[in-house]
């Protein structure tokens, strides 16, 4: 069965902090990883990683995908209070199947 | 504008009772899926239509049945409602069936079952 396995759990930050969220997975038939951010409500994306060792980067945030040891990382720099929420990774295999990591939860304080 | 849109957003019912939650998504899609996120925060896909053909059928109870009359909605309906069927459902839809591509997601119907 497909897993994917994030961490930490969640952690507590003051803005101007930088932090890193991993998420490892096994995945059958593996096509791309993917990371969502939820706040309230629904999962808004954030990234979609499909080669190892490219960097994609938005803003503060950035995220980078290791296809050998099976793990993807996302940083967020200069942390702002809004960027509390919970990040969600997501695994895609063939037949378009998405498997998500239990999430991390982050809050940021000012 | 919303690209996926779902009604009714909350959703409050009887133990026995049969609800159905409706999903359209105006983003001109192919695929479109249904989520359950439990109290936990853990999203678990329940079901994914391409062009109204079922593709993605996970071990759910079978008083779960999605309908896509459509490829622009895919309806999800509840039978005889259990406690542990209180969650949020998420609808989302992808352009590609089979392709790294994204998932949208709808804002959610949060089900509580008394």
């Known amino acids: 069965e497909d897993k994917v396995v994030q961490s930490p759990l969640s952690l507590v930050v003051h803005e101007g902090d930088t932090v890193t969220l991993n998420c490892s997975y096994e995945?059958?038939?593996?096509?791309?990883l993917l990371w969502y951010k939820q706040e309230k409500k629904a999962p808004t994306f954030l990234f979609m990683l499909?080669?190892?060792?490219i960097e994609k980067k938005s803003g503060r945030l950035s995220s980078i995908l290791d296809k050998k040891e099976l793990f993807s990382i996302l940083n967020i720099t200069a942390t702002q209070t809004g960027d509390s929420a919970i990040y969600l990774c997501?695994?895609?295999?063939?037949?378009?199947?998405?498997?998500f990591g239990g999430g991390t939860r982050v809050l940021v304080k000012p | 504008d919303t690209a996926v849109s779902q009604t009714p957003k909350y959703l409050v019912t009887q133990m026995g009772n049969d609800k159905s939650i409706k999903c359209e998504q105006n983003l001109g899609h192919d695929t479109m899926y249904w989520y359950k996120q439990d109290s936990k925060k853990f999203l678990k896909i329940m079901f994914s239509y391409n062009n109204k053909e079922l593709i993605i059928n996970e071990t759910v109870p079978n008083r779960f049945s999605p309908k896509s009359p459509d490829k622009a909605h895919l309806n999800l309906h509840i039978n005889s409602l259990e406690l542990g069927d209180s969650a949020v459902y998420f609808c989302a839809s992808s352009q590609d069936r089979d392709g790294p591509g994204t998932q949208y997601f709808g804002p959610g119907t949060r089900l509580t079952v008394l």
């Open positions: 997501a695994c895609k295999a063939a037949g378009n199947k998405l498997t």
């Open positions: 995945v059958t038939n593996f096509r791309s």
């Open positions: 499909t080669s190892s060792g």
